[in-house]
């Protein structure tokens, strides 16, 4: 299955969000290909200034991805994902303000004729990836020893998911459930982790941490799993400023990477702040 | 950057300010707002704010749109959504902490004790240059204005840059200045 996809600026240096996305990929038979020259989505950032600027960047990354024949954009970071769904969400039914976001594109010479959905990889994998392929690609037979929360942080399931898993969803549970991997139940879900607000106000970030790495631990989750960059980086980093045990935070493709059998050193686990040391090695790596 | 005093120098615009947030940014949208206080109570960061989200709204509904714009209330938002979906009345509180920010940048009236105003300002210039968003250089950006932030960000980044999570080289767009150009066109008449 082939998709455009928006990696983002932070994934390149993501802590091993790459190595563990393409290792999924290859397993599954999944191709993302990169929309060639790309931009930045502008984030919170370009909204929080000006909204048609910010709203034609987005647009500039559905015009190339309409250009290089996508019907679809497919993004690893929450905050992208969130921003690109904002501007699918202004121009879509609104011919008026497409007209006018073109008279932004004009300048880079292209065009938007319709917006292009978004989604997020992990929908991907949930929606796309039949029950097959999932038990053909996997390597291993053992169950997983470490007990894992999963955290969606904010952008993922607000304001444009289904209502009913905008605060208590459910799907990234089920799906490593179904691969083996015992998941904690836990409250923090989907709170706050501080987002950006960390560069100037570390200080007051903390307490958020600190609420969701507690909430984990007191549920007694072994290994933190996380679907965007700057939730990673902020749990990562921040559990350095909090007192007591330290859970490793990785990306979601690291651990169905290990529930899949990949070895750990595929994944680029070496790259995370709290290192994760696994009860027992998966066999049969591949 | 505006001046100590600034807040009594655009009172009598106050009437016309909140038409422009009622009529330009969906501002209206506060007037269905029934003072329940859910967004206040579900906001990460409301303890950092000066006016918590209910009382802003109140503030805008009664004139003080000076105390609204130079608020930090937005700027502390940090956009994880939470009170716009448990709102009852479904008014788009975060949107409307967006539009609040816009109007504030462009009455140049940005907090300037908060320093988000000057890291979304960083971000925007980093943009601008290459068309994506290079941490080092939006960090470089952002340290020039608060250098005090930055001692302790130091060891920090050389850590992550042994790991290999730490770009130095910035990687661009093949042609930044269209984006910069993009960026700064004003078409007449859109809509917010």
């Known amino acids: ?286 | 950057m505006a001046e100590q005093g600034f807040v009594e120098s655009f009172t009598m615009e106050e009437e016309k300010l909140q038409q422009e947030f009622y009529e330009s940014h969906h501002g209206k949208e506060i007037l269905k707002c029934i003072q329940c206080g859910t967004c206040s109570g579900s906001c990460p960061l409301t303890d950092q704010m000066d006016h918590a989200p209910r009382e802003l709204f109140s503030l805008i509904r009664d004139g003080f749109m000076a105390d609204a714009l130079c608020s930090n209330t937005p700027w502390f938002c940090v956009s994880c959504y939470q009170c716009m979906v448990r709102c009852p009345r479904e008014i788009p509180v975060t949107d409307l902490m967006y539009a609040l920010k816009q109007m504030a940048v462009s009455h140049d009236v940005a907090q300037p004790s908060n320093k988000m105003p000057d890291l979304y300002d960083a971000f925007s210039r980093e943009v601008k240059r290459a068309g994506k968003m290079n941490e080092t250089g939006l960090m470089a950006r952002y340290g020039l204005k608060h250098p005090l932030d930055m001692p302790a960000k130091t060891g920090l980044a050389l850590r992550l840059y042994r790991r290999g999570r730490l770009a130095i080289k910035s990687d661009k767009t093949r042609n930044p200045d269209q984006i910069r150009r993009m960026m700064e066109t004003q078409p007449e008449g859109m809509e917010k």
Request: hydrophobic share 40%; with cysteine; proline share 5%.
């Open chain 1, 1 to 286: 299955m082939k998709y455009g996809f928006f990696p983002g600026c932070a994934y390149k240096t993501a802590a091993g969000y790459e190595e563990s996305v393409n290792a999924v990929n290859s397993l599954l038979g999944i191709e993302l290909v990169e929309i060639r020259d790309w931009n930045c989505c502008g984030a919170t950032a370009a909204f929080s200034r000006e909204e048609n600027s910010a709203l034609a960047l987005a647009a500039r990354i559905m015009a190339l991805a309409e250009q290089q024949g996508f019907s679809e954009i497919v993004t690893v970071c929450n905050a992208c994902y969130a921003t690109l769904k904002k501007a699918e969400h202004k121009l879509s039914g609104n011919p008026q303000r497409l007209k006018k976001v073109n008279g932004f594109l004009k300048a880079d010479g292209l065009t938007l004729n319709q917006p292009v959905p978004v989604r997020h990889y992990l929908d991907v994998l949930i929606e796309d990836i039949p029950l097959e392929v999932w038990i053909q690609g996997k390597k291993t037979v053992f169950p997983f020893h470490d007990r894992v929360a999963a955290y969606y942080g904010c952008q993922l399931t607000r304001p444009y998911g289904e209502p009913s898993q905008a605060e208590r969803p459910d799907r990234l549970e089920k799906l490593l459930l179904a691969l083996g991997v015992p998941v904690v139940k836990h409250s923090a879900q989907t709170l706050c982790c501080g987002a950006s607000h960390i560069i100037g106000y570390e200080k007051q970030c903390l307490p958020l941490i600190s609420r969701i790495t507690g909430e984990m631990k007191n549920k007694g989750a072994e290994i933190i799993t996380t679907l965007c960059p700057m939730c990673q980086f902020n749990l990562d980093y921040g559990q350095e400023k909090i007192q007591g045990k330290k859970l490793p935070v990785t990306y979601f493709t690291q651990v169905i990477g290990l529930a899949m059998g990949i070895a750990p050193e595929s994944l680029g686990l070496d790259k995370l702040l709290v290192s994760l040391i696994l009860k027992r090695r998966p066999q049969h790596a591949i």
